[in-house]
């Protein structure tokens, strides 16, 4: 029996070097020749022509040139492998980092063919969408490259050729500089080892330095061209160096954008805090958000930017730098849509069903606590120190020695979070976050709810509702405790430590860490972060396998 043969896919883009060997992308099918209207449209848009390619030819375009959440139609069902092939809008061509996107960053190149280090071209406007021009030692002394919008050819010298000065005073590099390149006020000239026009880097300096005379008659030559110079600027000058500012700061945020997306693919649990067979989910909250006009960013990256935030709680100023925007940009996106994320993640955070509950009961808890449907624990989170003095005393924890936000949260047998409190200040005991919250209403007629010692004082709440607690018994002063008290405390700590696990899941988000203090201004937000935590850690792996 033969086997298949894998083809290599390569995507078709110009300047594009992403192949299916070397990288792990998705590459979307270029129309058939049957729709010649279309695929001619895919083709000019990567910068191909029409007969630069075999027109029965089978090609490739990757998903770097698409934006795949909005442009795909059924991207959660082909990562998740329900689809085999990938779907795009009939309406969508490729239009990201494209050869287009270069034509309005052109302009004159100049490399220093001199540097024995560099053996590739540094083109900045390329380099910042990821295309990595190569110029070897065997391409000729005249490469050209044509930019699309100038269309002029700019040739390229090589490294044996070595640049006059005459080159740079034909582009205005060298037009007003009197002094080194190496900010000295004394010139430098070069003697050569070995009258190499080539390997500078084993050639020595010489320091020529100037007598009183020559430094007096230098510095009126330099005011006088200072003030020619300074009549001749207009306000064209002025715009110019503007408009090339903001191209290079567009540039940069692109880059930046394309690299922290590259980090969030490869590593989604370590930057946002989801497993990579569950970063679909990403893609549906994604859908449901809506993103203004103003924003500079996607749906999607709104998204990746608040699950970074809580994940590894970074400043605005970072995030702003990571995803391309601006800090108050960054802090408005995170303010405006958490509370959105949060009321879709509490879907995730629900009561199962007892059949479902006895079905997935852990091996542990079968033989004498298979009635438990809840184990119950508090965690607390430090904040800021209030600037109220009734604040201050609300808040302070005895326990924990500073002023903290109290949540309480209850998990199932097999460790899923199925309900958390909203926050309550550091002094409120566990009984009355128990009894005041909604948890009470959700326990089922005849159930069992296991507990630390803390929780004794819950017993007449659980027993109106016809409830059980399963608790360590309490140690008190000058008796000993029972064989049986000891080895029943025993078992019930030991299945007890299931929510102590998930508590720790919690804690590895940097936001509600042990050491984290939320400032009194996200303070507001303090429930939001919670619920969306509880429901990433839902998305998880089990606790128990």
Not at 233 to 253: A, V
Request: charge should be positive.
């Amino acid at each position: 029996m033969s086997k298949k043969i894998l083809q290599t896919k390569v995507c078709v883009a110009k300047y594009c070097t992403n192949t299916s060997d070397s990288r792990d992308k998705i590459f979307i099918s270029v129309p058939a020749p049957a729709q010649k209207e279309r695929r001619n449209a895919w083709l000019s848009a990567c910068g191909v022509g029409e007969n630069d390619v075999s027109p029965n030819s089978h090609l490739y375009v990757c998903e770097d040139h698409f934006n795949m959440g909005a442009d795909c139609l059924n991207l959660a069902d082909y990562k998740s492998g329900r689809r085999k092939k990938i779907l795009i809008d009939k309406n969508v061509i490729p239009h990201r980092f494209l050869r287009q996107d270069f034509s309005q960053l052109t302009g004159d190149v100049v490399t220093d063919a001199m540097s024995e280090s560099r053996q590739t071209c540094d083109i900045f406007p390329q380099a910042a969408y990821g295309v990595e021009p190569v110029l070897t030692e065997e391409v000729s002394r005249s490469a050209v490259i044509l930019i699309e919008g100038a269309m002029k050819p700019i040739a390229i010298r090589s490294r044996a050729v070595q640049t006059n000065k005459k080159d740079f005073e034909k582009h205005g590099l060298l037009s007003n500089v009197s002094c080194s390149p190496f900010g000295s006020p004394w010139k430098v000239s070069n003697i050569e080892l070995k009258g190499s026009p080539i390997k500078l880097g084993n050639s020595k300096r010489k320091l020529n330095i100037p007598s009183e005379e020559e430094e007096v008659s230098s510095s009126s030559t330099e005011s006088s061209d200072d003030e020619s110079h300074s009549s001749v600027t207009s306000e064209s000058d002025y715009s110019d160096i503007i408009e090339e500012q903001n191209q290079e700061m567009l540039s940069f945020r692109q880059s930046s954008l394309f690299r922290t997306s590259k980090l969030l693919n490869l590593e989604p649990r370590t930057y946002l805090g989801i497993l990579p067979e569950r970063i679909s989910f990403l893609t549906l909250l994604a859908n449901k958000l809506s993103c203004n006009q103003d924003m500079f960013i996607t749906a999607h990256d709104a998204v990746c930017l608040i699950f970074r935030k809580i994940r590894l709680n970074e400043s605005f100023t970072i995030l702003g730098y990571e995803f391309g925007i601006s800090s108050r940009e960054a802090s408005r996106i995170f303010i405006r849509y958490v509370a959105f994320i949060a009321d879709h993640m509490q879907e995730i955070i629900f009561w199962p069903k007892p059949d479902s509950l006895k079905r997935a009961l852990p091996i542990s808890f079968r033989k004498n606590y298979s009635k438990i449907q809840s184990i119950i624990d508090c965690f607390e989170i430090e904040i800021q120190k209030p600037s109220d003095p009734v604040n201050q005393a609300l808040t302070w924890s005895e326990y924990k020695g500073c002023n903290t936000l109290k949540y309480m949260v209850s998990v199932t047998p097999d460790g899923l979070i199925s309900f958390v409190s909203t926050g309550y200040g550091g002094r409120t005991t566990d009984e009355v976050v128990a009894s005041q919250s909604k948890y009470l209403e959700l326990l089922p007629t005849g159930c069992y709810v296991m507990a630390d010692r803390g929780f004794k004082r819950i017993e007449p709440f659980l027993a109106s509702k016809q409830c059980f607690l399963v608790r360590p018994s309490s140690v008190k002063t000058g008796t000993k405790s029972t064989k049986k008290e000891v080895i029943d405390s025993r078992k019930i700590s030991g299945l007890r430590i299931h929510v102590e696990r998930a508590i720790r899941r919690i804690r590895e988000f940097n936001f509600v860490s042990p050491h984290s203090c939320i400032d009194n201004k996200q303070l507001k937000h303090a429930d939001d972060v919670v619920k969306i935590v509880c429901g990433l850690v839902n998305l998880q792996n089990p606790l128990i396998k």
